[in-house]
Structure formats: C-alpha cells, structure tokens
C-alpha cells in the first residue's frame, strides 16, 4: 500500500518527528491539531471559542490540501484540558459539519501540547 506524506503552509508545521497527515489505502489521516496560528507561530488561547475555531481552521486547510472537506471525515478524536469545555467545543466543533456527522470520542487529559485546552484529530475518506 503506498502512502503519501500531506503538508500545507496553511496549517502549523509538525513541532515534532510526524506528518500533518498520510493519505493511505483510500484514508486520510490526520495529526492533532492544535490552536496555533500558521501564519504567526502564536499559540491561541484567549478564549475556548477561539482555540477551537483555530483548530477546525487548521483541520480544514489540511483537508483542503488534499482535496477533501469536513464531509469526507469519518472519525474524530477530541482531546481536552478539562472536560468542563466540552459543551463550548462541542458547539464550535459541530458547526463545520452538516448532518451525517462522523465518529467521535472526547476525552480530558492532563496536559496538552503547548499547554492548549484542545487538540483534534480526524480520519477521513479520500
């Protein structure tokens, strides 16, 4: 099965040794993304409404890269700092899908990467 390597400017650069996403097998699977602003490096945090429209802005560019849109996802994975901000993310987050919403699981961990409150993952079919 080939895989092939996907990477937008228009999303943030990997902060480590992973792709943004890998296009393999008819799926495209995407990295985390969190709320940093491709075009200045900055971390946004100011508020929970914010932090998640930056993450579905991220989520889409690399989408868009490879052609797709939110209605190609299948799966998601919702990470957050304190399940306290479920109910704020999870309105953000159903905005950018129209019915047939995908899978989904939420969880609340400890620490997130550049100490942000939310990280997203998807699955979608290419």
């Given at each position: 099965m080939?895989?092939?390597?996907?990477?937008?400017?228009n999303?943030?650069?990997?902060?480590g040794?992973?792709?943004?996403?890998?296009r393999?097998?008819?799926?495209?699977?995407?990295?985390?993304?969190v709320?940093?602003?491709?075009?200045?490096?900055d971390?946004?945090t100011?508020?929970?409404?914010?932090?998640?429209?930056?993450?579905?802005r991220n989520?889409?560019?690399?989408?868009?890269?490879?052609?797709?849109?939110?209605?190609?996802?299948?799966?998601t994975?919702?990470?957050?700092?304190?399940m306290?901000l479920?109910?704020?993310?999870?309105?953000?987050?159903?905005?950018?899908?129209?019915?047939?919403?995908?899978?989904?699981?939420?969880?609340?961990?400890?620490?997130?990467?550049?100490?942000?409150?939310?990280?997203?993952?998807?699955?979608?079919?290419?």
């Amino acid at each position: 099965m080939e895989k092939k390597i996907i990477n937008t400017n228009n999303a943030p650069a990997p902060i480590g040794p992973y792709s943004q996403a890998v296009r393999a097998g008819g799926m495209l699977f995407v990295s985390g993304q969190v709320a940093i602003d491709p075009a200045t490096g900055d971390v946004i945090t100011t508020d929970t409404v914010s932090e998640t429209h930056q993450v579905m802005r991220n989520l889409k560019a690399v989408l868009t890269e490879a052609g797709l849109d939110f209605s190609a996802v299948v799966k998601t994975t919702i990470f957050l700092s304190d399940m306290s901000l479920f109910a704020t993310v999870n309105e953000v987050y159903g905005s950018y899908f129209t019915g047939n919403y995908p899978t989904r699981e939420t969880v609340a961990v400890k620490t997130l990467p550049k100490n942000v409150n939310v990280e997203i993952s998807v699955i979608a079919v290419a």
